[in-house]
Every structure is written in C-alpha cells, then in structure tokens.
C-alpha cells in the first residue's frame, strides 16, 4: 500500500514559481509510476506529469512542456512539482497519485491519490 502527503500548493502572481511536494509512505515499489494531475472548478481531472520511480522517465502535458519539472528524490521518497512561468489557467487542485505500471500512464487511472493542494494563479 502507499499513501501519499501533498503540500506547497498557494497563491503566486503570473510569472512566478511554486514547487509541490508529495511525501509517499509504506511499501513502495521499482515498478511505481507517480503522477500529478489537476482539476479547476467545472473540468475534468487531467495529466500534468508522471515520473518512474526507478529510472526517472517522466512524461509532460503539452501545456506545461517547458514550464513544469517533475523529480523525486529517492531519500526522502518524495516527488515533486516544479511549476515556473505560472499562468492564471494553471489554477487548480493539484493531485500526486501512484500506480504500478511499467510506463507513465497519462490517464486518471491510478490507484492511489493525495488529499490535493489549491494552487491559485492570480492575473
């Protein structure tokens, strides 16, 4: 089982830069793909970014190529969501989530979530 501990999530002017973190505990695995997703208020839950935990794959939405960074640091069994050059349609919950898989799954279809963290891009 995994469990997963979102934070960093705020509120940040356009232009600037917020870092998420997600803290996974209990029995993690090589074949763990950890991904965030967002979800705004009246959208469908989508990908932002996916990471192999053994490995270091990672996998991008089209609209945070360039601007979002995901890394994990194996020590502190933490993932995390480098997020640069905010926009205000960036504003969401953000969600980490973990799944065994051989690939980064760019779906919804992941077993295990976090709480969410508010991020808020204001104009």
């Known amino acids: 089982q995994v469990q997963l501990v979102e934070s960093g999530g705020g509120l940040v002017q356009a232009g600037g830069s917020l870092r998420l973190s997600c803290a996974a505990s209990?029995?993690?695995?090589?074949?763990?793909?950890m991904g965030w997703f967002r979800q705004a208020p009246g959208k469908e839950r989508e990908f932002v970014a996916g990471i192999k935990w053994s490995g270091g794959t990672t996998s991008y939405a089209d609209s945070v190529k360039g601007r979002f960074t995901i890394s994990r640091d194996n020590a502190k069994n933490t993932v995390y969501l480098q997020m640069n050059s905010l926009k205000p349609e960036d504003t969401a919950v953000y969600y980490c989530?973990?799944?065994?898989?051989?690939?980064?799954?760019?779906?919804?279809?992941?077993?295990?979530w976090g709480q969410g963290t508010q991020v808020t891009v204001s104009s």
């Open positions: 209990g029995r993690t695995f090589s074949s763990v793909v």
């Open positions: 989530a973990a799944r065994y898989a051989i690939v980064v799954i760019t779906t919804t279809n992941y077993d295990y």
